[in-house]
């Protein structure tokens, strides 16, 4: 590949920074990216050339497809978030009020437009489908030397627009699961709130195996009092374990929860609930003689 040619008629920021990233690139390469521009009648025509004694391995021209690549799906996201993304959630999602599709709206920008690599479940989810998507852009610009955007976005939205929506879906799914968790701490929170403490001090104690000891503040094993009403229950696996313990803890409404090594709770859901329920009934220790005799078991 000796040039590429973009074309477009607005002023597209993404447009610009993206060609410069590509100078940019080659220029640590120690490559001389040519890049030459001309307006005729409102229509803008970049042109990026390489120097003929500077022909570009193989590796490079795919670092460059992806960097073009990368343009388009900017600019493929900025088409798709004007013009489509409020008609799909209002259509899709009617349910929602005006207010909660501004909120999953804002949620999608920030998605569709995030390069934060942080691994979790949901980033995961996105780098994927985000991927798919540039490489079906990639294919398109290995078949092509020269781009007119507006006919990119009139040929490939269509396509690409169901890549897209299955973003956003993931997105109100998360928004879903986040609200109906919200709803559920306030619930907790009220019956905190109304309810008399029946118990002063509770030490939850979780050893270098993630299994709890509960203690109350003279240092007495308190688990078959606080569970005394569920025992009848079929509780198993450390899950519902846990559950027992937070339907424990609501039904003592203890003044003062301390927490002992939260580390090495292997589901940290739980530690955020609790916290999220007591709120500032909540202390957390890692330095007591309790806490420096777990850290010491885990050391050896």
């Known amino acids: 590949m000796d040039s590429f040619k973009l074309i477009y008629e607005e002023d597209l920021e993404e447009i610009i920074k993206g060609i410069q990233d590509v100078k940019n690139f080659f220029k ?50 900025e088409e798709f978030l004007n013009k489509y993304v409020l008609e799909f959630l209002s259509d899709t999602y009617f349910f929602l009020s005006e207010e909660e599709i501004e909120e999953v709206k804002n949620k999608s920008v920030e998605v569709l437009n995030n390069d934060n690599c942080v691994i979790d479940d949901s980033n995961i989810y996105y780098m994927n489908r985000k991927n798919e998507i540039i490489d079906k852009i990639v294919g398109c610009v290995e078949e092509n030397n020269e781009i007119n955007i507006k006919g990119f976005l009139t040929f490939r939205m269509k396509e690409l627009k169901n890549e897209l929506q299955n973003m956003i879906e993931k997105v109100v799914e998360e928004y879903l699961v986040e609200k109906e968790y919200n709803e559920f701490i306030k619930l907790l929170k009220y019956f905190v709130d109304i309810q008399d403490s029946k118990i002063e001090e509770v030490n939850i104690i979780i050893d270098k195996e993630g299994n709890y000891i509960i203690q109350d503040k003279d240092g007495e094993d308190i688990t078959e009092k606080l569970f005394s009403e569920f025992l009848g229950s079929k509780f198993t696996g450390a899950v519902n374990m846990e559950d027992m313990l937070i339907s424990a ?19 940290k859901e739980f530690i955020n609930t609790v916290k999220n329920v007591f709120m500032q009934r909540v202390v957390f220790c890692d330095s007591c003689k309790i806490c420096k005799k777990i850290n010491k078991k885990t050391n050896n």
Do not use: Q, R, W
């Open 28 to 77: 640590n390469k120690k490559i001389d990216a040519g890049i030459s521009e001309s307006i005729n009648n409102g229509t803008h025509f970049i042109k990026i050339s390489f120097p003929e004694e500077e022909k570009l391995t193989k590796k490079n021209e795919n670092m460059f497809n992806i960097y073009i690549a990368n343009i388009l799906y900017k600019v493929l996201v």
């Open 249 to 267: 803890l609501i039904t003592y409404c203890p003044d003062k929860i301390i927490i002992h090594c939260s580390e090495n709770c292997v589901n």
